[in-house]
């Protein structure tokens, strides 16, 4: 008998987790709850069954809490409601504990994830940790749904933040520097926007490749090999010294710390 997957949401994340299990022909039966009718067909034509409120979920044995962690509060009486007793809750909602999620759906175990969206073309990473009355075998569960994305950390509750700080926003980070680079690029160096994407990109990419077949390397040794004393790459590093680049990324981490634990102690 299938195991049916009720998603809360379906934005992004969850369509990313989705696509993962579809990919891998998981043997899961996958029902979308959103209110959005747009996102709803969306599902429906990858042949999902949707559902546009939460007050039609009844006995929900596994459920997915995929909405923007702000709604969580209003959203709790509804899904504790749709919960079977002892159900299984994956949340991936920032900055929401175990804890409060626990004392919002009595009965639940919790399992927090925090994935990122490379999910969405299998190159995922995802950590994920168990709340108090977790087993592990919720875990193990939990982390098959992320593994059919890419790959996944398994780690303590304390950790969660500062995954999403990490590898949660860490893609717009990446995202934001080729902004940059695209925007000199263009602006500075005089290539067409078409031309400038192909050498953005590839160099991104053909980095983190490289970075990745070299596990032994640490970032610092395979940046040493590009940088030659006194050459142009060197001149460009001296000015990301300048400005710091090393406090410049804690303080942003920093800063995303701080509103996880401004999302946990909203209501």
């Known amino acids: 008998m299938k195991q049916t997957l009720h998603f809360i949401g379906g934005g992004n994340m969850a369509s990313a987790i989705i696509g993962g299990l579809e990919r891998s022909d998981s043997a899961h039966d996958i029902v979308v709850v959103d209110p959005n009718a747009e996102v709803r067909s969306k599902h429906q034509a990858r042949g999902h069954q949707t559902l546009s409120s939460l007050s039609q979920v009844r006995g929900a044995t596994v459920l997915i809490l995929a909405f923007k962690p702000q709604h969580f509060v209003d959203a709790a009486e509804e899904v504790a409601a749709a919960l079977a007793d002892n159900a299984l809750v994956i949340s991936i909602l920032v900055g929401t504990s175990a804890a409060k999620i626990e004392g919002k759906l009595p009965g639940a175990r919790v399992v927090r994830a925090m994935p990122n969206t490379p999910m969405m073309v299998g190159q995922g990473m995802t950590g994920v940790a168990p709340g108090a009355a977790a087993t592990p075998e919720d875990v193990a569960l939990a982390a098959s749904l992320f593994?059919?994305?890419?790959?996944?950390?398994?780690?303590?509750?304390?950790?969660?933040?500062?995954?999403?700080?990490?590898?949660?926003?860490?893609p717009a980070y990446v995202f934001r520097f080729v902004e940059a680079l695209l925007h000199a690029a263009t602006h500075q160096c005089g290539f067409s926007p078409d031309d400038a994407r192909l050498l953005v990109s590839e160099t991104v990419q053909g980095a983190v490749a490289y970075l990745a077949a070299q596990p032994g390397y640490p970032a610092a040794q395979l940046r040493e090999q590009v940088t030659s004393k006194g050459g142009t790459t060197q001149a460009a590093l001296g000015?990301?010294?300048?400005?710091?680049?090393?406090?410049?990324?804690?303080?942003?981490?920093?800063?995303?710390q701080s509103r996880a634990e401004e999302l946990n102690n909203h209501g």
Do not use: Y
């Open 239 to 256: 000015v990301f010294e300048e400005a710091d680049l090393n406090g410049l990324v804690s303080r942003a981490l920093a800063a995303a």
């Open 147 to 170: 593994e059919a994305s890419g790959r996944v950390l398994r780690i303590r509750e304390e950790q969660i933040d500062d995954i999403a700080a990490v590898s949660g926003s860490g």
